[in-house]
Each structure stands twice: as structure tokens, then as C-alpha cells.
């Protein structure tokens, strides 16, 4: 039975470290939530280990200067770990060829700077789809546009066998008070089609790794029962930590506000259906980080 709490410090005397959300938890996709910079500061302050493990199709550095932005202060985190990174390191190795299509927006370019932590890297180039071997999707073109206008192109990847790596498995996100598709939503369709998409972000395995790298980076070899994941994402963050074998907090006030009655905290009858029917079991919930 998932336990409703009313802030993190609740908890966080049993967790050395946290892997946390950023969109929907830390921040709304324009601005920080001064509760939960301060939750997080609060956690660190009593000597937790913050790692901020997120979708975005990015690298840590990247993400690093997005939060600045944001407004979302350093001394609220300790390191970052990015399913961009992750799959960054995949396409350099080659996983889906050295010609590519690219699929996303200009601001998602930087994913094809160089990668100096691979060995022999391929040199991966991007042409048109016709000329491809593969797919590189970090998200659509429109974020606002019904993923099936992609319909066209992924038939005619699909019949060449191309492979499409999927730098973002977040479905969606909401940027303010809009909801945008993300690279997740493509891949999910690619797939249903009868293609083949890699995925490299949460609730995939490769991150949780690199989110321990990071650990291990900042001197702790945290055990599996003294981690705690903290996400908005049921299908991404608590499915992920239940594969993972580590307790999770949902964020309900974040993509399942509506289903889970969530105002200040989750309705529990909402909460206990919604979490029943998308067949998940979070350790907690809270209504926002805080």
C-alpha cells in the first residue's frame, strides 16, 4: 500500500541518496519550484546524495546550463545523470549506424557534439532518410503535432529495417500549462508499427547505471535499500525504480494531477484507482516535491 506523506524530510533520514525527476518535479519546463529547491536542499543539508536523473535527450552539461535558467540552484543537487548521455554514448558506438535521420529541433542539436569518453567513436553523420541506416530521435519537429503525422516515414524505415534510437522515452511533458509530445510518444509508434526502437533513458536500465556511476563519482557506493527515486512518471520513474529494486516517491500533483484528484495532496481513493489501473505500486506519494 503506497504511503501519502507531507514533505520528504518524512523519509529522509532512511535514504543515503536520491535519484529525482526534473521536469514535473523540480521544475515546470519554464521555472523552478521553490518548494522542492528547497526539499532537496533540506535533504542534503541532513547529508543525502542528490542525483538528478532525467530524460531529456541532453547532455548533463546542457541540462546543467537549462537549470540555470530555470532558476533551479546548485546547491540543491550534487551531479546529473541524462538519458542524452546514455544514448549519446550508444550512437557512437554505432548502435544505429554512422548515417542517420534526425528527428527533433535545432535547440536538440548539441546531442551530436563529440563524445570524448568513447573509445574509436564512430564518425556519425546526418543525411536524408532516404540515405540513412538509421534513426536518431531526441523528439518530433512539432511537439504539439499528433505523432502520427509520422506515419509516412516510419513505414518506409521500418521496410529498410532501420533501427531508431530514442534519446527521450518521456511520452509526454508539460511546458507551463501545455502539454508537448516527446520522443518517448515516437518510438512507442515506431514500435507498434514494427520497427525497432532503442531505448536508453527511464525505466530503461542503462541510466540507473550511469546514475550510480555518478554516485560512485561522488565517493558513495549507496546500496540498493539506502536509494530513493522521486518522479511524476508512473510509466517512467516508478516502473523504472520498481525494476530497479528501489523505493520510489510519486509526485501525483505533476502529468496525473487531474487523475489523482491531486490539489494540494492526491485524493487516496483517486490515488489508490489510478495507481491499481497503470498497475504500479510507488513506496509514497506526495502531492508536489516539498
Not at 536538440?108 to 556519425?124: T, W
Not at 502520427?148 to 532501420?162: E, I, S, T
Not at 533513458?201 to 530513493?228: F, Q, S, T
Amino acid at each position: 500500500m503506497t504511503r501519502i506523506i507531507e514533505t520528504l524530510a518524512d523519509i529522509s533520514d532512511i535514504y543515503d541518496a536520491a535519484f529525482v525527476d526534473l521536469w514535473g518535479c523540480v521544475h515546470n519546463g519554464v521555472k523552478a519550484f521553490p518548494s522542492a529547491v528547497d526539499a532537496l536542499r533540506g535533504y542534503r543539508a541532513r547529508g543525502g546524495k542528490v542525483v538528478l536523473v532525467t530524460n531529456a535527450p541532453r547532455s548533463r552539461h546542457e541540462v546543467a546550463k537549462q537549470l540555470d535558467r530555470f532558476e533551479v540552484p546548485t546547491d540543491c543537487w550534487d551531479s546529473i545523470a541524462t538519458s542524452g548521455d546514455s544514448a549519446r554514448a550508444a550512437m557512437f558506438r554505432g548502435a544505429v549506424g554512422r548515417k542517420v535521420w534526425f528527428m527533433g529541433q535545432k535547440h536538440d542539436l548539441p546531442f551530436f557534439e563529440p563524445l570524448h569518453l568513447i573509445e574509436d567513436p564512430v564518425e556519425v553523420e546526418q543525411v536524408p532518410l532516404e540515405e540513412a541506416e538509421g534513426i536518431v530521435c531526441c523528439g518530433p519537429f512539432d511537439p504539439h503535432a499528433d505523432p502520427d503525422v509520422n506515419r509516412p516515414q516510419f513505414l518506409y524505415a521500418k521496410q529498410k529495417g532501420m533501427k531508431l534510437l530514442c534519446a527521450n522515452p518521456d511520452i509526454v511533458v508539460d511546458r507551463g500549462e501545455r502539454r508537448e509530445w516527446c520522443a518517448g510518444a515516437l518510438a512507442r509508434l515506431y514500435t507498434e508499427m514494427g520497427g525497432e526502437s532503442l531505448y536508453f533513458g527511464k525505466p530503461h536500465p542503462p541510466i540507473y547505471d550511469l546514475a550510480r556511476r555518478r554516485l560512485a563519482e561522488l565517493g558513495h557506493d549507496v546500496p540498493n535499500d539506502r536509494i530513493l527515486a522521486i518522479g511524476d512518471g508512473v510509466v517512467t520513474d516508478i516502473r523504472g525504480a520498481m525494476g530497479e529494486d528501489i523505493d520510489s516517491l510519486f509526485i501525483s500533483g505533476g502529468l496525473a494531477a487531474e487523475e489523482t484528484a491531486t490539489r494540494e495532496q492526491p485524493e487516496p481513493k483517486a490515488l489508490e484507482a489510478y495507481l491499481r489501473r497503470e498497475e504500479v505500486a510507488p513506496t509514497y506519494s506526495i502531492g508536489f516535491l516539498r
